[in-house]
């Protein structure tokens, strides 16, 4: 069974975040970079099919050459090797753009399964995932908590809103987007570091993707980045007591939202 697992890098969850200057995202020169929650989740689940299934996983990760850090802490927990688009002309991509550059990497690899985390730590548009398994023609499953391999087949676990689940079955190959608590991420282990070092990484470029510079196009653009102006208010209410209580209920309930 060949899985594919994509990957991104994203500050880490401690950093200090500071605007850049044109004020359209944060400066990323002095920040720390991990991999991202919910594809630590997917990257487990798909060393634990492995193990189970036999087969390799394939890591895919866009992203400039820090994400080499990323790359090789996944290939240290068990993936065999990685394709890593690493082309000034892939960043600042929207989510169409990345799941474009990504079924490009991975159409020849021919997968019977992609995982990808249900959406990034910074963004967040959970876009991508299904975006990808448009592009590439598979049928698609979001917020995974349960995978069940039957053969030429899947049966998943979804979450759904309110403590409901849904149990859906589909063919293979197909994609999953996964849900962060589905299983207990490992650790890399020193025989696992040690051996990472000679898995191959697999550099690919736009012009090897065969994209151009109009089909990368953004069709979403972040224009600003702004923290919300923090502001006070003092309002008098008027009126007799069963009024004022009144008034005091509705703008609780329907101004300050927390009744």
């Known amino acids: 069974m060949k899985i594919v697992v994509c990957l991104k890098q994203v500050p880490a969850r401690d950093s200090i975040l500071r605007l850049n200057p044109a004020a359209t995202w944060i400066q990323e020169a002095d920040l720390g970079f991990e991999i991202n929650e919910p594809d630590i989740y997917a990257l487990e689940e798909g060393l634990r099919l492995k193990e189970k299934q036999g087969g390799e996983v394939v890591l895919c990760c866009l992203g400039p050459a820090r994400a080499q850090q990323a790359i090789k802490e996944a ?19 929207d989510a169409y753009g990345v799941g474009l550059a990504i079924s490009r990497a991975i159409q020849k690899e021919q997968p019977d399964l992609v995982l990808t985390g249900l959406q990034s730590d910074d963004f967040g548009f959970a876009q991508t995932g299904v975006i990808l398994a448009e592009l590439l023609g598979l049928p698609y499953s979001t917020i995974i908590m349960e995978i069940q391999v039957n053969g030429a087949a899947l049966k998943v676990k979804r979450e759904l809103e309110g403590g409901w689940f849904q149990w859906i079955e589909m063919p293979l190959p197909a994609l999953l987007t996964i849900q962060s608590g589905i299983n207990k991420p490992r650790y890399a282990t020193l025989k696992g570091i040690m051996a990472a070092k000679s898995k191959p990484i697999r ?21 600003k980045v702004y923290a919300p102006a923090k502001s006070t208010q003092t309002q008098f ?18 101004e300050a939202r927390v009744i």
């Open 237 to 254: 209410l008027q009126g007799s007591p069963k009024e004022i209580s009144a008034r005091l209920v509705d703008k609780l309930r329907n």
């Open 75 to 93: 290939l240290a927990k068990g993936a065999d090797r990685a394709l890593h688009l690493d082309d000034p002309a892939l960043e600042s991509l």
């Open 203 to 223: 550099r690919l470029t736009a012009a090897d993707l065969g994209l151009s510079q109009g089909e990368l196009a953004p069709r979403q653009q972040v224009l």
